[in-house]
């Protein structure tokens, strides 16, 4: 047990027979709930013909159980006050519910009838097969997010982290229902599962509701081994008709549990965390070049990366690229001054505060510091962690991680004459 730097919170563990994973926070101060079943996995692990399966899995377990239909399952969380929820991921997919403290019995008993229960009926699948595809739709018709999916695919290459998390048409046109629940069958084993609440709420209590609920399977389904994905430059300009130039730049960054992730974090919130960090100040604000332009910082379990969006009119996109790159140059030569570190550290504190103030934000930093680290770190402990970095620590990861050899720029726009592609990126 650990007491955080909130007064009274207090976290706890156990693994139950089955394997199952419970991690609980208790904080006496609110009155809801949040609950996360998180399903270790993601679409990194599916093999090559069922890419999309688990997305469309996660669509299929709130069409229906054996006990409630899918407007049951509206109406009785609606009935409550609750939230239901779900989302798929590279490497795991989250079930969750919000609720009041004194309904959390109800959240709970719908999320394991969701999970252990869903029936994958051939007529429901037809119809969300049909809502997944416009989906794809959906995000093709949406240069800035499409931009993203182009440049991931680019960066990882055949590795799974580039397929799609959503699928391709191919294979969602085809898949079907038996396929679907045979791969949960496998996916959705009580080992994988990681069971996080934070709220207002005893562990015994939680337990108590799951003990018995998930039984250990006959025949325990192993994934394949993951390989480390290897990274190498690409270029993709994709010609649209579109009012602006959507650029997304990608270069390496860290593993979850890299000893150098809190400098990452720092390093992107310099880089473009915010309304005052280097790419806004520069592209937007001294130079009005574009409206929208971040950075990204995403980790896995053995490798990351970090991505710049920007987007701007057809003129400008050469320029805003090389601004991009000096950017990253100028932190491969430069020590971060120490008021701009020092900005970067309070922003990234205040943030991360300000995020525990809602049990769901408690309850996925649970469930993530369980799947990658095994255990669980006070605020404390990751404030200290963040006042440690040096500006020696960015500089050097910088040299790290933005290198030639790791750039990869996506485009979707009107780029008939710019000179984009006609020169190698360089950093």
């Not at 394991?112 to 029936?119: E, G, M, Q, V, W």
């Not at 701009?340 to 550290?345: A, F, I, Q, V, Y």
Request: include cysteine; glycine fraction near 6%.
């Amino acid at each position: 047990m650990n007491k955080d730097h909130n007064q009274g919170c207090q976290y706890k563990k156990s693994v139950l027979e089955n394997g199952m994973r419970v991690v609980t926070e208790y904080i006496p101060y609110v009155r809801s709930v949040a609950v996360g079943f998180c399903i270790v996995g993601g679409s990194r692990v599916e093999p090559d013909p069922l890419n999309g399966a688990t997305h469309f899995i996660e669509h299929m377990l709130f069409k229906g159980t054996k006990k409630r239909s899918s407007r049951d399952i509206a109406i009785e969380i609606d009935s409550i006050g609750g939230h239901l929820d779900a989302f798929t991921s590279r490497e795991y997919t989250c079930f969750l519910a919000n609720c009041l403290d004194e309904n959390l019995n109800i959240a709970m008993d719908l999320l394991t009838d969701i999970l252990l229960n869903p029936l994958f009926p051939p007529d429901e699948t037809e119809m969300e097969r049909s809502v997944i595809l416009e989906e794809i739709r959906s995000i093709e018709d949406t240069p800035d997010e499409y931009v993203h999916d182009i440049l991931t695919q680019m960066f990882w290459g055949d590795h799974p982290l580039g397929r799609p998390i959503i699928g391709v048409r191919s294979i969602i046109d085809s898949i079907s229902s038996d396929a679907l629940k045979g791969y949960y069958q496998r996916a959705y084993q009580p080992q994988r599962i990681i069971l996080a609440a934070a709220g207002n709420l005893k562990h015994d209590q939680i337990l108590d509701m799951v003990r018995d609920v998930i039984p250990m399977p006959d025949d325990v389904y192993k994934f394949p081994t993951q390989t480390i994905p290897a990274i190498s430059p690409h270029l993709s300009l994709k010609e649209k008709e579109l009012e602006q130039v959507h650029i997304s730049l990608g270069t390496a960054a860290l593993p979850h549990t890299d000893e150098a992730r809190h400098a990452g974090y720092l390093l992107n919130t310099i880089l473009g965390g915010g309304i005052s960090s280097r790419l806004f100040q520069t592209i937007r604000e001294e130079r009005g070049l574009a409206y929208s332009i971040c950075s990204f910082w995403n980790s896995y379990e053995d490798t990351g990366m970090l991505s710049v969006y920007a987007g701007t009119k057809k003129e400008s996109a050469e320029e805003v690229v090389d601004l991009i790159i000096k950017e990253f140059q100028k932190l491969k030569a430069d020590y971060v001054l120490e008021d701009e570190l020092n900005k970067g550290k309070n922003q990234l504190k205040g943030n991360l505060m300000l995020s525990l103030e809602s049990t769901t934000s408690r309850m996925s930093k649970l469930a993530r510091q369980e799947m990658y680290f095994g255990r669980y770190f006070t605020l404390t402990e990751t404030l200290d962690a963040i006042e440690r970095v040096k500006a020696q620590d960015i500089l050097e990861l910088a040299n790290r991680i933005m290198d030639t050899k790791y750039l990869n720029l996506s485009t979707i726009g009107p780029l008939n004459g710019t000179a984009l592609g006609k020169r190698p990126l360089a950093c």
